[in-house]
């Protein structure tokens, strides 16, 4: 009989094991933190402008508008891959997608630090320009390539373009009468298609502001040659104000109000001025549902945007990312990355190329135009004026400021919020009205209604010395200051009425039942219901109930954080 194995065996099999198992957990220790060097390594080198292969970088940062965002990203993906060469370095190229308007005020602050700066349009160019010359003495630039060329259209859904006499000339008086008829389609045989609501973008943005200038040309039956004295003409300056008093909704891009269009269908917005690529992209996007839109060109003319490149001279430029610049420019004018350009709904700006789809009326648009006035970008003088009229004119705002300011807002959150709301009131126009109400398990209004003229310092006042505490009662404030909206409109209705609410969290301390108080929100339909903006302020918020409350009231629901929120308030500030 075999004899039984010792305990003492095992023990010595249980030592040697867990010896082996130490040790490979060593050895494998010991990769992973050989991988972990090597990959801390290459980030290192990459940001110090050397790659772990020993290649040297030139990193050009390029500023450029949106419009031309797709074809942008794919011309940088290709021209990095390509690794083109100068003296000793590779260049490579970063892009920011930016608003035309935002990029020029980062850049006058030193908020950014462009290499090639690409604005929607020559004349923020004109602008910048002179502001270097005017204020720091010194050229910005020398000159400028135009990219592409992209006209700057009305998109009209289908049935309501035919209404309007398409394919027969349209123009921008045409569209102004009917904006601000009363009768609105009625007046064309078409009552149930009701009252003609068209936008388009914060003057902010490229689009927005060309469309001012666009409008001052109609009336003025001009296509170059805006002089200051014509903006002081009373025709001028009431046919902007009907025309802009008309306007459903701005927005801080051309983008949005296309997804705004297509969210809220014909019944919300009959037109809007968008980039006729955004037209190609949206039709095939959605497959003309609920209906094809059309690309109107206004018989009077219409800018052609060409979205030019300029290379900066500033005091970060050197000699060797002004040559990457200028080859990557270059790049971007070679006929395949302007085919590219075409094949995405671009016009190229080299006219050897072959126009063919989707260049056609399947996707709404002209293959053509060689026919139609082109507007010219008038000087720079009288680019700021224009601004400055467009401010004198659009239909002034009334907005309740609702802030949450309970215990969970406690710290960080609170101050900034209150930064962020105060950069808000301070970006509001003399003419604008503000109320201001704070809640926790109680509503305070901390600033009754006033204009901006009169109050904007003390209700910045007021606020500064919010500090939170308390419960959240969310649907109580909210039914109460939406209440006291509607009553303001019922006493001066030509104003733009809306409630920015900011909220960290669930309602914890109202009277009101959530349910009694979704009953007091209209329910989509009435587009002239004034307008709940809401903020989901941090992960905690109630996203589903805030983004209710602004679909019900046709306004936008803006996710943000503590980081996030100046930037959230200013793009809210571009609805009004």
């Known amino acids: 009989m075999a004899s039984k194995i010792k305990p003492v065996f095992w023990f010595v099999v249980f030592v040697v094991a867990a010896s082996l198992i130490g040790l490979a957990l060593y050895r494998a220790k010991g990769l992973v933190g050989v991988v972990k060097k090597e990959q801390a390594a290459q980030i290192v080198s990459q940001s110090s402008g050397t790659s772990t292969s020993g290649d040297k970088f030139i990193d050009i940062k390029m500023y450029s508008s949106s419009a031309k965002k797709n074809w942008i990203n794919a011309m940088v993906k290709t021209f990095n891959a390509s690794r083109v060469r100068v003296n000793d370095q590779t260049a490579r190229v970063k892009v920011w997608h930016v608003t035309s308007g935002g990029s020029f005020d980062m850049l006058k602050a030193g908020k950014i630090k462009p290499d090639i700066w690409s604005p929607g349009d020559e004349s923020w160019l004109q602008m910048a320009k002179a502001h270097w010359l005017n204020v720091k003495q010194k050229q910005l630039f020398e000159d400028f390539s135009p990219l592409v060329n992209i006209p700057l259209v009305v998109a009209v859904w289908e049935p309501m373009a035919k209404a309007l006499g398409h394919p027969q000339p349209i123009g921008w008086r045409d569209l102004a009468k009917i904006a601000a008829n009363p009768q609105g389609w009625s007046a064309l045989g078409h009552p149930e298609w009701g009252k003609f609501r068209w936008g ?67 019944a919300y917005l009959s037109a809007a001025v968008q980039y006729e690529n955004t037209i190609i992209q949206t039709n095939a996007k959605h497959k003309n549902k609920p209906f094809k839109l059309t690309a109107i060109y206004p018989r009077e003319g219409n800018f052609r945007t060409q979205h030019p490149a300029a290379i900066l001279k500033e005091v970060w430029m050197t000699d060797d990312k002004e040559s990457a610049c200028k080859k990557f420019i270059n790049f971007l004018l070679n006929p395949e990355a302007q085919r590219q350009a075409m094949e995405m709904g671009l016009r190229p700006i080299l006219k050897d190329i072959e126009m063919s789809s989707p260049f056609d009326t399947e996707h709404g648009v002209k293959p053509n135009l060689a026919s139609g006035k082109t507007f010219k970008v008038p000087p720079e003088n009288v680019l700021k004026r224009i601004r400055n009229l467009w401010e004198e004119v659009k239909t002034p705002a009334t907005i309740i400021l609702v802030i ?27 003419r604008d009205q503000l109320m201001l109400t704070v809640f926790n398990r109680n509503v305070n209004v901390l600033a009754e209604l006033c204009a901006i003229r009169q109050c904007g310092e003390n209700v910045t006042e007021r606020l500064n010395n919010v500090f939170a505490n308390g419960e959240t009662a969310l649907y109580d404030a909210l039914a109460q200051t939406y209440k006291q909206l509607k009553h303001f409109k019922q006493q001066e209705p030509g104003r733009r009425y809306s409630i920015l609410l900011l909220s960290d969290g669930k309602d914890t301390g109202s009277k009101l039942k959530r349910h009694d108080f979704i009953d007091l929100l209209p329910g989509g339909e009435d587009f002239d219901a004034p307008k709940i903006y809401t903020i989901a302020y941090g992960s905690k918020a109630d996203r589903d109930l805030l983004a209710e409350i602004s679909n019900r009231t046709n306004a936008r629901l803006f996710i943000s954080s503590p980081e996030e929120i100046r930037k959230t308030y200013k793009e809210l500030s571009a609805n009004f």
């Open 200 to 266: 388009h973008a914060h003057p902010d943005a490229n689009s927005g502001f060309l469309t001012v200038i666009s409008e001052i040309y109609a009336v003025l039956e001009k296509a170059e040659g805006i002089t200051l004295e014509d903006i002081k003409k009373p025709e001028v300056i009431s046919f902007l104000r009907k025309f802009e008093g008309a306007v459903e909704h701005y927005g801080l891009s051309n983008s949005w109000i296309d997804k705004l269009m297509h969210t809220k269908g014909p």
């Open 404 to 430: 949450d300011r309970s215990g969970s807002m406690k710290g960080s959150p609170m101050d900034n919020a209150k930064a962020g709301a105060i950069e808000f009131i301070r970006s509001m126009k003399p």
